[in-house]
Structure formats: structure tokens, C-alpha cells
């Protein structure tokens, strides 16, 4: 078999739309490395083996006819744990579903195979998206190829994890307050939280219904314009925005300088997290790259962002309260009997759920209680509404706001597990774009002692992801970072 480098989309979609490798070789390519590599990271939960090679052989079949079997062609594709493939389990992390089989495909995923993309198996997460770490998993952690004593991110950590020990090249996760961009930062990769609404989330298991999204990880900002062709409207979910979808690829060569682009830079408010001095330095230094291209920096305030972090918490808590009571040991997933149909339910959630998610459901269903509402749940979409306006004035004055994505580096795996606020600040430089449903990406700008990557997030007005794509890929090809491996890797 030649040897194949699972590192480019679009090199291995040129390479099999030509005929120059046949998807069945680099489908077989990434399921060997699956199965050298997962044990270490667990980034993979199941290999849909058989199906990928299914696909990959009617890729080939269809090129061999004449036709162009698409623009993600062999391509092999990674899905986070609650993206519905049909017939193929979808567990969210979570032992309440571990044996769900999904009926149905998500719009996302059916677009991906329509391209030509292999599916090859699904990816390790936080119970139903809620952590920053991977750690919350009825699948156990994933271990963080750069260094497999720490996290990966989370909660997308499995896809992170996947696309940095190059098993594929483009992995899907979702993001509802950071869980695509902050792996994406711990893990040298670039990752994209599109517009809310951009991507259908029809066949994502609703966490936050009001901050979900879908999000792609990938090395670089290239290859994540590739991928984000499967955006658009779609008549199954109402909340997908009917804007036309930009030809993102080729948009990415309309624009080879930053000259006349303005960058907001934040005060230094971490939003009590503790902005490590490594990151601080890299980010800083990522700064005045982008001024050397040409970009203008200009100081920026988001008078409200203090309050990110305990708003977003508070609202995808009360949402999930309300999404997850589904799970009742009736319907779907895991059931467990009782004397009365009150017992049934409560010794199946508490089997099924995690601790996590369980502290979270109180914290939401307190949060929605009557003669709470108001005060708690009413307080925090009134703050929600300031951040916005917070960001509408900044973008008068820049057309984009960069951060730190995370204030550290991968921690060690089990440093943060017993102190659930001591994780959720490490959230305050990515949810306030969930909040405001803007665009924001994460690039490698840099590492800290120990060979740990750092991103820079940009975050641009909504539906501007064609500036975002553009700024990276400018940055990505004057710089190297994105192009460092782990040391597994070489
Ligand atoms: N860490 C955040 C949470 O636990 C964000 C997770 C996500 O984006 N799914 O809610």
C-alpha cells in the first residue's frame, strides 16, 4: 500500500478525485492507524470499519464510471458521539444511551458522504458535551497526543485527539460554549464554531438548544473551509438560516494580506480564570504577527464579559434540565425498574447520567423552578442581551476580536475533575461568542514548556466565517505552528 499522510483533506480529495490514490487505500490507511494508536488515546469509542470501507469502495466505483465522486473524496471523517449516523450508535459519552442506534442520519453528516467522505467511526466526548475535558465519559478519558498524562479539551477532546494523532484528517464535533475551539487550542489544531445556525443541527443531540452548535476540527484553516461546504439551510431544522453559502475555499485566495483589517484586542480580564504566562507571551506574539501583515490593532471592551461565564452556565444548565428530561427510562436509552413509575425514573437517570450531568440538571432545574425563574433564569438572557449589544459596538470600531482561546495549556487529567468552578472558568474566553451566537476560531500560535500547543480565537460578526478562514489561512501560510506534530507523529 502507498504510503498515505493522513494530514490533508484536501490533498487526499485531490489525490483520489484524479485517481492518483484510491479511497479504499487511505480508508484502510487511517483504520490501521486507529488500531495502533486508539489504546493510548482513546480519542475513538467504536471504528465503523465495515461501513467506511463500504463507502470508500463506492467512492472508487464512482470514479472509475466517469464521475466525480465529490469534493471530500476518501476523505476520512471523524464524528463526535452525539452526531446521528443511521444504524450506528450515538451515546453522547453517556451510559443512559449505550445502546442507542441512531434511526435517522444528521443533515451534516448525510452532506459529508454526498461529498465523498468516509465515516470512520465516532469520537470520545464529555457526557452529553458537559465538561472541558474529556474526562466525563462513560468511555474513560482521552489522553492528549502531545502529552498523554494531560486532557485533551473538551468536550469535543475525542475529535481533537483524533485529527492531532493523524487517524484522519477532519473530525466533527459541536460546540455550545467552546467544546470545538478549546480541544482544538490543547490539541495544535484549527477549529471553527460557525454563526449559530449556520450548520443544521438536525441529528445533534441537543445539549443547550439555544447555543448549540456544529464545529469542525482539522490542522488547518484550509481544509476547514473544505469542510464547512456541508453549512446551509435545511428544511428540517428551523433554526438553520437560509443565508447562501459562500464558496469558502475559493474565497480563501481572495485574500493574501491583512492590510486594512482591524483587530479588537481585549483588555486583560480572564474572567478570574488566571491567564497563563506562556499563553499570555504566544498569544501576544501571534498578535504582532498579524500587525506585520498588515492588520491594525485596536483596543477593544466588552463591558459585560465578567458575567460570561456564570451566564453561560446558568442557561445551558436550565436548557439541559429541559433537554435531558427525555431520558426517562421509558422512552429512550437506559431503563431500570422501580415500585412506582416515579422510582422507574429516578433509578434510571441515576444509573444512566453521570455525576456531572446529574449537578448540572439540579443547578438547571433549580434555575427554571417558579419564584426562581425571573431572578435567575430571567437575570441571565437579560445579560445575555448585554453581551451582544457588547459585541455590536465593538464591531464598529474593528472587524474582529481576538483572545487567548483558553487562559492554559492541556492540564493533567484529573487535576480539575473535583472542582467543577475551577473548570468552568477555564471556559471565559469561549462562550461569550456562544452567548452572542457569533463565528469564532481557534489557530495554533505557539507552545508552552512541555511541548503544549496555545491558540489564538478570533471571533468575527455573524456570518462573517469566510474573514475568519481568510485571516488564519493568511496567518498559516507565513507561519509554522499549525504544521508541528507530535512527537508520536514524526
Ligand atoms: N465546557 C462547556 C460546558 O461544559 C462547553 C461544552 C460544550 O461546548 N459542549 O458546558
Same mark, same amino acid.
Given at each position: 500500500m502507498p504510503h498515505i499522510d493522513l494530514r490533508s483533506a484536501a490533498a487526499i480529495a485531490g489525490a483520489v478525485r484524479s485517481g492518483a490514490l484510491c479511497a479504499t487505500d487511505v480508508v484502510a490507511t487511517a483504520l490501521a492507524t486507529v488500531e495502533r494508536r486508539n489504546r493510548h488515546e482513546n480519542a475513538l469509542v467504536e471504528t465503523f470499519a465495515a461501513s467506511a470501507m463500504a463507502t470508500a469502495e463506492r467512492v472508487d466505483a464512482a470514479r472509475r464510471r466517469g464521475e466525480d465522486p465529490g469534493p471530500l473524496a476518501g476523505v476520512p471523517i471523524a464524528i463526535k458521539d452525539n452526531l446521528l449516523l443511521r444504524g450506528h450508535i450515538a451515546a453522547c459519552g453517556s451510559r443512559m444511551l449505550a445502546d442507542f442506534r441512531a434511526p435517522y442520519t444528521a443533515t451534516v453528516v448525510q452532506r459529508l458522504l454526498d461529498r465523498g467522505a468516509v465515516v470512520i467511526g465516532r469520537t470520545n466526548m464529555d457526557e452529553f458535551g458537559m465538561g472541558s475535558s474529556t474526562e466525563h465519559s462513560a468511555y474513560g478519558p482521552t489522553r492528549n497526543p502531545w502529552d498523554r498524562s494531560r486532557v485533551p479539551g473538551g468536550s469535543s477532546g475525542g475529535a481533537a485527539a483524533a485529527v492531532a494523532g493523524e487517524l484522519c484528517p477532519i473530525a466533527f464535533g459541536s460546540d455550545t460554549g467552546g467544546s470545538v475551539r478549546q480541544p482544538a487550542s490543547m490539541c495544535n489544531l484549527t477549529g471553527l464554531k460557525p454563526t449559530y445556525g449556520r450548520m443544521s443541527r438536525y441529528g445533534l443531540v441537543a445539549y443547550a438548544s439555544s447555543l448549540d452548535c456544529i464545529g469542525v476540527l482539522a490542522h488547518d484553516a484550509a481544509d476547514l473551509a473544505l469542510a464547512l461546504g456541508v453549512a446551509g439551510p435545511d428544511g428540517r431544522d428551523t433554526t438553520a438560516l437560509d443565508a447562501p453559502v459562500p464558496a469558502y475555499v475559493a474565497e480563501l485566495a481572495n485574500r493574501t494580506e491583512l492590510k486594512g483589517l482591524r483587530i479588537g484586542v481585549l483588555d486583560d480580564d480572564d474572567g478570574g480564570a488566571g491567564l497563563d504566562a506562556a499563553v499570555k507571551a504566544a498569544t501576544t506574539t501571534a498578535l504582532q504577527t498579524l500587525e506585520a501583515l498588515g492588520a491594525r490593532l485596536v483596543p477593544c471592551v466588552?463591558? =459585560?464579559?465578567? =458575567?460570561a461565564v456564570s451566564t453561560y452556565y446558568l442557561l445551558a444548565a436550565a436548557e439541559a434540565s429541559s433537554n435531558l428530561a427525555r431520558y426517562d427510562g421509558v422512552r429512550f436509552g437506559l431503563s431500570r425498574k422501580g415500585r412506582t413509575i416515579d422510582e422507574s425514573y429516578a433509578n434510571s437517570r441515576s444509573d444512566g447520567f453521570g455525576a456531572e450531568v446529574q449537578l448540572r440538571i439540579l443547578l438547571g432545574t433549580h434555575a427554571l423552578q417558579h419564584g426562581y425563574h425571573d431572578e435567575l433564569y430571567g437575570q441571565a438572557t437579560r445579560v445575555r442581551q448585554l453581551l451582544r449589544r457588547d459585541f455590536d459596538a465593538a464591531f464598529a470600531h474593528c472587524d474582529l476580536i481576538a483572545s487567548p482561546t483558553s487562559p492554559l495549556p492541556a492540564f493533567a487529567i484529573g487535576s480539575k475533575i473535583d472542582d467543577p468552578v475551577a473548570m468552568y472558568r477555564c471556559d471565559a474566553m469561549t462562550v461569550p461568542a456562544s452567548l452572542a451566537g457569533l463565528p469564532a476560531l481557534s489557530m495554533p500560535c505557539g507552545f508552552a514548556k512541555g511541548n503544549l500547543p496555545i491558540g489564538l480565537q478570533l471571533t468575527a460578526p455573524a456570518l462573517a466565517e469566510v474573514l475568519l478562514l481568510q485571516v488564519a489561512n493568511v496567518y498559516q501560510q507565513r507561519t509554522d505552528w499549525h504544521r508541528q506534530r507530535p512527537e508520536e507523529c514524526t
Open positions: 466588552l463591558p =459585560h464579559v465578567r =458575567h
